[in-house]
């Protein structure tokens, strides 16, 4: 089965830039969603279609994806944007979807 | 607008059963792929069933042979019975919807499902 990897966590300091990646092989030709989860919530869409922004997400957040490696960069981080962020994939080969372990995003 | 509903969740003992419901408004759910997704306390979050527009079923390993997958196009609303219930299958049960089979998840806000004696 197919397996996505994330760092566990990734610390940055307020109005710095954080990015947090989702390995995969050959992760590039796939479609890559994230979702972000604050404390106590239900996961919301923050990037999809490795670049695209749900309205109402802040032009911060953006996505790439190329090669083994898909990732969700973050600008001018805010507390606000402390939370825990997955990717998420289909595949095809057994018509399941996967999700990345989660990176915890801490805003110092 | 669109909302998904969960209801169903609660303390069931090992071994035992449950049905969750995910009351659908907005969109009609034998036209999506609905799906859903589980999260143990402290974990992150585990894909479990998907029910296709077209009627096709597939399942996580973990849970495959003891869940079912269904809906009912009349009360829009999907269900997921869980059998033969284990201590790992605590978890919160999200229901998910995708408009296609690659696209992403919108989610609901959850039922807890806790399995313990």
């Known amino acids: 089965s197919y397996v996505l990897t994330q760092p566990p966590s990734v610390s940055v300091a307020p109005g710095k830039t954080a990015t947090m990646t989702c390995g995969g092989d050959n992760i590039g030709s796939r479609s890559v969603h994230w979702y972000q989860q604050k404390a106590g919530q239900a996961p919301v869409l923050v990037i999809f279609?490795?670049?695209d922004r749900p309205s109402g997400i802040p032009e911060r957040y953006s996505g790439s994806n190329s090669g083994n490696t898909a990732t969700l960069t973050i600008t001018r981080v805010e507390a606000g944007d402390e939370a825990d962020y997955y990717c998420q994939v289909w595949d095809s080969i057994n018509d399941h979807r996967v999700f990345g372990g989660g990176t915890k995003l801490t805003v110092l | 607008e669109v909302q998904l509903v969960e209801a169903g969740g609660g303390l069931v003992q090992p071994g035992g059963s449950l049905r969750l419901s995910c009351a659908v408004s907005?969109?009609?759910?034998?036209?999506?792929?609905m799906n859903w997704v589980r999260q143990a306390p402290g974990k992150g979050l585990e894909w479990v069933s998907v029910?296709?527009?077209?009627?096709?079923?597939y399942y996580a390993d973990s849970v495959q042979g003891r869940f079912t997958i269904s809906r009912d196009s009349a009360k829009n609303t999907l269900f997921l019975q869980m059998n033969s219930l284990r201590a790992e299958d605590t978890a919160i049960y999200y229901c998910?919807?995708?408009?296609?089979?690659?696209?992403?998840?919108?989610w609901g806000q959850g039922t807890l499902v806790t399995v313990s004696s």
């Open positions: 279609y490795d670049i």
């Open positions: 907005g969109l009609t759910v034998s036209s999506s792929y």
């Open positions: 029910l296709y527009s077209g009627g096709s079923t």
């Open positions: 998910a919807r995708q408009a296609d089979v690659v696209g992403p998840l919108s």
